[in-house]
């Protein structure tokens, strides 16, 4: 009995209503993916091959079916867009003959593969499937060695690689806003509306003392188009309280869509969910849990402080091979940053720096790990080198490690030191500190105090993360 045309299609179906009835997948789609705008910072895909790489619990399922639902909205063919659960299949066999069939029957496809890296030899299929003229083929993965052993082949070759990672300062703002301000979708003559989440978001945003006037008018900043930094800082600060405010939670929750949901709600936080989708992907890589229990907690203690290798070996009883293997699979797990020595040049063999991606998995871990809170000023600083770790990066072009790293100069340590469009930027935080004038910096990150009239510029850090797209534009270095 041919296995595709009995059960599969059955689950075929059912996880494509929009095939029976546009109507009703449209509802489908919209009650996965739109009862908050937490990812609608993401912009829509377009009709081209896509790698789409991250960890577990960042929205990239959601991200897939906003898209689909973006597709049927603006016509296409509903037989024509397939979702695929990957992690379903019992191997790329199975995927070859049920994309086959569907070639067959309907000519074309938009197909959208999620956790393709699940399957076996999965780099083979999905080659295939990108190369072929009859499809369009836009895929989720989670396992990184995977991603980072195959994807370096895709770039080059139609396929176009995004990193996806949970929300930025920046990201979360514009989600709020756009959950609030825009929580009706109209398709053809029928509304989709979230109002019952908006109203949640609205009591949330009440108890920290931000009204709906407040956000309609911080809505302005992401639909504002701004000549230079010093342009884009004027205008930003005139919306600094509620930048501050929400900066605040930003800073205790993080970027995790399912983090703030549960927050709006007054839900439990779930940091069991996300230590174990976590350690459990990087264990898959072949690694020990015993030692990943020794090290993880060592990098929270140390984390933003210069750190050894081989002292980390020595704590943990292992050799320090084993400890850079790990901390390499940690990175490449989107986990964590590691920051080299920077005097002009990255020295990669001096002292590293080791950040995490997001405060909430921060949270999360020293949670697991019964580890002391960290301050606020240093979840500030981790912020800080993550978005500027985005900013500079590519997937397989361009490695962030190479642009960016720590410093010293005139024996004070410098936090952050950019090296990128032919410029050297030096920027020092002192988010909880007494701020002082350091005239080797060109900027100084701060609480709330703000100086451009000479340098170093002080920059309250909260705008600094808003318009860190203009750092290179309008400031004499």
């Not at 990669?348 to 871990?365: C, G, N, Q, V």
Request: aromatic share 16%; hydrophobic share 40%; glycine share 6%.
């Amino acid at each position: 009995m041919d296995y595709f045309s009995t059960m599969r299609l059955r689950d075929l179906v059912l996880y494509n209503p929009w095939w029976e009835d546009k109507k009703k997948g449209l509802r489908y789609l919209f009650n996965k993916s739109f009862n908050f705008s937490f990812i609608a910072h993401r912009n829509t895909l377009q009709n081209v091959n896509y790698m789409i790489r991250g960890p577990r619990q960042v929205g990239k399922t959601i991200f897939l079916y906003r898209n689909i639902f973006e597709y049927l909205k603006n016509g296409i063919e509903e037989d024509k867009i397939v979702y695929i659960s990957c992690d379903r299949l019992s191997g790329i066999k199975e995927l070859r003959n049920i994309v086959r069939e569907l070639v067959f029957l309907r000519g074309s496809l938009i197909l959208f593969l999620d956790e393709v890296t699940s399957l076996r030899d999965w780099y083979k299929v999905y080659k295939e499937f990108s190369e072929n003229e009859k499809i369009t083929c836009i895929a989720t993965g989670s396992r990184p060695l995977e991603l980072e052993r195959y994807g370096e082949f895709f770039p080059g070759r139609g396929v176009n690689i995004i990193n996806f990672y949970p929300l930025s300062f920046s990201e979360f703002i514009f989600s709020i806003c756009k959950s609030l301000l825009d929580y009706e979708v109209r398709v053809d003559n029928t509304i989709f509306s979230r109002e019952f989440y908006r109203e949640s978001l609205l009591k949330f945003l009440d108890k920290n003392n931000i009204d709906y006037e407040t956000i309609s008018s911080l809505f302005k900043i992401f639909n504002k188009k701004y000549p230079d930094f010093k342009s884009a800082l004027n205008y930003t600060s005139k919306f600094f309280e509620p930048i501050y405010k929400l900066f605040n939670i930003f800073l205790g929750l993080g970027g995790y869509p399912i983090s703030v949901e549960k927050k709006i709600f007054g839900e439990e936080q779930p940091f069991e969910i996300i230590v174990q989708d976590t350690l459990g992907t990087i264990e898959k890589e072949g690694l020990d849990i015993h030692i990943l229990n020794a090290l993880i907690p060592i990098l929270l203690q140390k984390l933003g402080s210069r750190i050894s290798f081989n002292k980390i070996a020595r704590e943990i009883e292992v050799d320090v091979k084993t400890v850079i293997k790990y901390i390499n699979v940690l990175e490449r797990s989107f986990l964590i940053r590691v920051i080299s020595y920077c005097n002009g040049k990255i020295r990669r063999k001096k002292e590293k720096k080791i950040y995490f991606s997001d405060p909430f998995i921060i949270r999360a871990l020293s949670n697991y790990y019964g580890i002391k809170a960290l301050d606020k000023s240093i979840i500030a600083e981790n912020i800080l080198i993550e978005e500027a770790c985005r900013k500079v990066e590519k997937p397989f072009i361009r490695d962030y490690r190479s642009y960016l790293g720590y410093g010293k100069i005139g024996g004070k340590e410098v936090d952050l030191i950019l090296n990128f469009e032919g410029r050297s930027i030096k920027i020092e935080l002192k988010y909880e500190e007494k701020v002082e004038d350091r005239k080797y910096l060109d900027i100084i990150l701060t609480k709330d105090e703000m100086r451009l009239s000479r340098k170093p510029y002080f920059i309250p850090l909260p705008l600094f993360l808003l318009i860190f797209d203009f750092i290179f534009q309008g400031i004499e270095y």
